[in-house]
């Protein structure tokens, strides 16, 4: 259920802290609120602005926070403070847009003076002011990936891109309606401008070619947002709805629809919870409900062991008649899976551990039935990293045992042929690849010297022919003739 704060008017600016806790500041009316992710009051509140402030951004760190206002100054905030650090004087007009760029130690800021202006925190002064603009300067970003570049977006349907070691825009972006808010994808090579009811999609390493144009809501888009992967885009909008598009392709996902027209919107940095502001000043927090876990749900008891073996013991005596009562076969469950032709679950169940470690001709024995079936690519195909590593370590722990060998060549035969085309995309996967291949190579290596000493025994075994030398010896003695026959192996 989401949760509602009031606020003391429109709610103009969400931004998270991109450090723990994950705080996020609210700039409403006069007042700059910092409340924590589960809290409905401000833990902060920075009350010292004379006139309306506007745009509250965190710098990357967490610490500092840089604010416009009403009468055209831009103030830096300390967030464990409570006065201004700096206060930056220059603009003629209402502050609404300001950012640090990525190095941290500089502020840029857009007004309703048509002015984009770049100051310097240690020493408090303007670098630069760029007056490209023809009308209100009301959103802005800096890139996350060159410290000099920054991007404004103006009323007058254009995007300008600043870099703040030239002296004026180094690109100019038409975006065909009054720009109200602008974005930078992390890598920096994609913009996205919202305006009017587009939201549009530019490539900017091509010169600022247009790559989609987005027309999902039905009034303007005040607001974007990217999630932490940046593979969801958010946009809010006049029109009550927050549309999230999938980034590769760039349709609607998933839609929010809320009470009252949307002025800014902020997602946090894990993506738990996403913050919406609105016209009447109403803060909508909204929290990923958590995953629900079963491991505290309650098992179905199982009867007592003794009811089971009641009556085992019984010995029946001489009168009793005995009606004999034929033992149910209970099968396993590689067995009913293999009834029921589930050929993958049926492997998967033999590959647990228990079975894989203690029984491994039961493993094999059901790789051979599937082999036999002409089941068992099927069955070995479209598994995970996981279920492949464990796949591979059984087969090359196993294949050298000379009562499964025959299987499980086959086996490592289809599984090579199977993910020979994802091979370097995991090292856990690489390395069984590699220690199979190594069990097998030196299998070889000793089937050769085996055959090798097989030679040479039949070698010895040809010269050990049977030799039969006689040798008669006549003794003749008292008339009797002696013979003495000598029989020689070797």
Known sequence: TPVQIKEFGAVNKIDFSPAPPYNYAVT???RIHIYGRYSQEPIKT???FR????????????RLLAAGSEDGSVCLLDVG???????????TKPVHVVGFLSDKYRVF???????????DIPSATEIISYSEHTDYVRCGCASKVNADVFITGSYDHTVKLFDARTKSSVMTIEHGHPVESVLLFPSGGLLVSAGGRYVKVWDVLKGGQLLVSLKNHHKTVTCLCLNSSGQRLLSGSLDRHVKIYSTTSYKVVHSFNYATSILSLALSPEDETIVVGMTNGVLNVKHRKPEEKNENSQKKRQPAYRTYMKGRTYMPKQEDFCVSKPVKRVLRKYDKLLRSFQSSKALDAVLE????????EVTVAVMQELHRRGTLRSALAGRDEKQVNLLLTFVARRVIEPRFTPVL???ADMLTDIYHPVVGQSAVVDKQFLKLKEAVGKEIDYQEELLEVLGMMDTLFATFTKK??????????NGVTEIIETNRSY
């Open 353 to 360: 551990p228990p079975i894989m470690l203690h029984t491994p």
């Open 109 to 119: 800021s857009g007004g309703d003076d048509y002015s984009s202006t770049l100051w």
């Open 81 to 91: 403070g409570k006065a201004p650090l700096r206060q930056f004087e220059g603009h």
């Open 51 to 62: 006139e309306a402030a506007y745009g509250a951004t965190y710098r990357d760190d967490g």
């Open 28 to 30: 409403a009316s006069s």
């Open 409 to 411: 060549v086959t086996v």
């Open 468 to 477: 039969t030398d006689t040798c008669l010896e006549e003794n003749k003695s």
């Open 46 to 48: 920075f009350s010292r």
